[in-house]
């Protein structure tokens, strides 16, 4: 029997004995999401209890067309990560660091020590289904034949979309600082990605998943909390359908009039946004999309003037800012206490909202791929708190959390080439204000900045972490005009205009603000 007879036979006569099959074939693939994500045995062993359990109580209401395991596996992971939460803040130090470490014991000779511990997470990132499409492919190792009858598409078909998902786990996995070509990804996950559970576990997971029942509080704890937090993905997944449904319907002028009416939230002292700044920033919008840059100008002074004299507050919303030809606006004011800015992507708002320095670069900061071309408006001109009090806003308006982490990531170490070149100018007042910094396409150009700040700078402009290990201290100015805007036309600018080499180095620890979705 395929596993939806077996399935069928257990929820509908309640035959144990379909059931435990299905445990048997799928039992040491669960076993190893959980323990990838628990590293104790014991815990692995609780939480695939949980699994089964669930799958027991959802036996009759799966489609028939499911693939067990594709499904298994995502349930699995849920499970687990919804145990790891459970745990306390010194447990999840404690697997950061294990996953460091395990990072740093393999990072040149182990690609599956290298990716294990973002796996899980990797494999999530992707639709149903490449999702199910990479499960059969590694994990139950059938052939393109298998798969396409498995996924209802020709054998062609389900090779294109393993090799898609599989160049998208890669990405995915260089992004966080593991660098793995797609064949050494597809040969990890075909010798690692299961491993046996131990053999008394059979009986154990059967005997409670078919009597619906658990051994422990904890586990019933975990079963009720995975159940929740499935419930509200497959709600996620129907809101999002809806919203699709109606913009094709032509309803997309009723969205926008909603967001357009939208108010800013509550300041800080809990009442509503006064709507004079939602007019103040209209008009500048219109001003921005007409490029006419005297009532541009206008526009800024009287937002800048606006939140000065207001109250302290603190507010944010999707921004309605938009430039002539479409695209996203994006304006930054200066006042003297807090922020204010208009059509800024997340990365930005995280940045404020967390506390990084100005100058670090973006692809230091991780969103969500849904969200990374959201843009907002924000401002904050509370005393203190302004920095918390948009923090819960982002979690509890958008479903968005940040945390910092350390990733080992490749590295340029910047390093004094040739100190004489002429592009390299110490700043004729270090003790003096007015510094500033200026770059794209190409172009580069600082005032009284450190060597700190143009690493951070090229690090932006590159895309890749840059070290200073210059020596070289104080304020500096420069002018920098490459040939073009790639790498290596930058690298080259660098090296012949400033007198610095920009040379490849060892995995360096990296810190990273990661951002997540929590519903």
């Known amino acids: ?3 939806m007879q077996l399935l069928r036979e257990y929820a509908t006569g309640g035959s144990e004995q379909a059931f435990t099959t299905l445990v048997a074939r799928y039992l040491s693939m669960v076993h190893s999401v959980a323990l990838r994500h628990v590293r104790d045995p014991h815990q692995a062993e609780e939480i695939t209890q949980a699994v089964f359990v669930i799958l027991a109580r959802k036996a009759g209401a799966l489609p028939e067309r499911t693939i067990l395991s594709g499904w298994l596996f995502h349930t699995a992971r849920l499970t687990a990560a919804n145990f790891v939460r459970s745990e306390t803040r010194r447990a999840r130090r404690e697997q950061e660091a294990y996953m460091q470490s395990r990072m740093r014991e393999n990072q040149t000779n182990d690609p599956w020590g290298q990716m294990a511990p973002l796996l899980d997470e990797a494999i999530a990132s992707l ?20 798969l396409g009858s498995a996924l209802g598409a020709s054998e062609d078909g389900v090779r294109m979309r393993v090799n898609r998902a599989l160049e998208k786990l890669r990405v995915f996995l260089a992004r966080r600082g593991v ?10 996950l075909s010798a690692n990605a299961v491993q046996a559970a131990p053999p008394a576990l059979l009986g154990s997971v059967a005997a409670a998943a078919a009597q619906g029942t658990s051994t422990t509080t904890s586990t019933a704890t975990l079963i009720k909390g995975t159940l929740k937090l ?6 996620k997944i129907a809101a999002v359908t809806v919203v699709g449904v109606l913009l094709a319907a032509g309803t997309a002028t009723v969205t926008v009039k909603a967001m357009r009416n939208s108010h800013w939230t509550a ?20 001003a921005f999309q007409s490029r006419d840059r005297s009532a541009r100008q206008t526009a800024s002074q009287a937002i800048v003037q606006f939140v000065t004299k207001h109250p302290p507050m603190m507010a944010i919303r999707p921004t309605r800012l938009q430039s002539s030809h479409g695209g996203g606006g994006s304006t930054v004011w200066g006042i003297q206490k807090g922020a204010i800015a208009a059509g800024v ?26 969200l990374a071309t959201a ?34 990531v490749d590295a340029l170490a910047l390093t004094v080439k040739n100190p004489d070149a002429p592009g390299l100018k110490r700043h004729a007042d270090a003790d003096a204000g007015g510094f500033g910094s200026s770059f ?38 420069c002018k920098l005009l490459a040939a073009g805007n790639s790498p290596e036309d930058i690298k080259q600018a660098v090296l012949d205009q400033l007198g610095l080499e920009l040379a490849p180095m060892d995995k360096q620890p990296v810190e990273f603000l990661v951002a997540e979705k929590v519903r």
């Open 345 to 370: 992507m997340l990365p930005q708002v995280l940045r404020y909202a967390y506390g990084l320095d100005p100058d670090v670069p973006r692809y230091r900061i991780i969103v969500p791929p849904e």
């Open 440 to 477: 794209g396409g190409g172009r580069f150009e600082f005032n009284n900045r450190t060597m700190t700040d143009l690493a951070n700078n090229l690090s932006e402009m590159l895309g890749e972490a840059v070290i200073d290990q210059t020596g070289l201290s104080g304020g500096f100015d």
């Open 267 to 286: 300041n800080g002292a809990g009442t509503k946004f006064d709507p004079a700044l939602d007019k103040l920033l209209d008009h500048y919008s219109q």
């Open 127 to 146: 639709n149903e289904n490449d999702r199910n499409a990479i499960v059969l492919r590694f994990v139950e190792g059938r052939d393109f034949c298998e």
């Open 375 to 408: 843009r907002y408006d924000y401002v904050d001109t509370m005393a203190q708190g302004g920095k918390e009090a948009l923090q819960r806003e982002l979690k509890e308006r958008f479903g968005v959390v940040g945390r910092r982490e350390m990733r080992l």
């Open 1 to 3: 029997m395929d596993d």
């Open 230 to 235: 499935m419930a509200w993905t497959k709600l």
């Open 179 to 188: 660098a793995l070509s797609v064949v050494a990804i597809a040969g990890a």
